[in-house]
């Protein structure tokens, strides 16, 4: 669906699962749209839950909106449980989402009943020790020249349209093998290339806006957040370092931590019943 903003702006939003539910609000990955929410239908609707996946700016569906921080996406996501009559719900936030979902339990804390967040990014400063070289050196290049960063990446999804079967080879490059099995499963590839190329529809900009505002200064502090934080990630991880979600356990008062033995970035999520049944209220 398509909701309008007060300036005329469209956020482009999917919503699944149980729609008279619970609603969880889901924050998606960097290079990736809100039709990741559609991998977890199924399981949202066993649970009794609703999850709401906005596009960010420029990405997917959604209008171009400048963002000086990462944390005014709050005010959109703010827009989004607005329009939907939604006065809380738990916040989800998966990988380059996992910042974004902080920022809205740090800056609209009366909206957010929880934050669970899944092998989160963190600040650029954090360590990279166990992530892949080509994860290293594309968050490298992207905290120097984001716009840069945006569009070789909006070329790979270029690539995914006219040669998904290179795309995907490409994109198991590195990663453990727990994460290529996990892409290999029904319906998992055709997701992860939606997704992915959905994240470019209309270009790069908005991937690109992603990458800086994730590599700058976020504009909160972790510390500031007071909701129920839960976070989970999987110690095969090659993609986020393990050490990012431990840096966020340290960070967030209260928060607990989850390292699933032997998951990856991508199977972690394979069966999302365990970490979608948290948020249940």
Known sequence: ????????????????GDHDA??????HGLADSRLAAQSLHQAARDLGLRVIAPDRPGVGGTDRRWLPQLADWADDAAVVLDAL????????????????????????????????LVCPLGLAEWPTVGMAQGERLSLALASHAPAFGGWSMGRLAAL???SPDIFLWLAATNQPAVDIRALQ????????LTCY???????????AQDLRVLTRPWGFDLGSIAAPT??????????????HARRYAQAIPGARLQIHP????????????????????
């Open 262 to 281: 032997g998951e990856g970035h991508f199977s972690i999520l394979s069966n999302p019943q365990e970490v979608l049944a948290a948020l249940r209220e």
């Open 185 to 192: 499963q029904p319906g998992a590839r055709e997701s992860f």
């Open 85 to 116: 009559r939604v006065d809380s719900a738990a916040l989800l936030g998966v990988s380059g989402g996992g910042p974004f979902a902080a920022a809205c339990a740090a800056r609209i804390p009366a909206r957010v009943r929880s934050l669970t």
């Open 160 to 162: 995914a349209r006219r």
């Open 22 to 27: 619970s609603p969880v609000l889901l924050c």
């Open 197 to 207: 190329v959905e994240a470019f529809r209309r270009g790069s900009w908005g991937v």
């Open 230 to 243: 839960s976070i989970h990630h999987g110690d095969a991880d090659t993609t986020v370092p393990v050490e």
């Open 1 to 16: 669906m398509e909701l309008r903003a007060r300036d005329g702006r469209v956020i482009a939003v999917e919503v699944v």
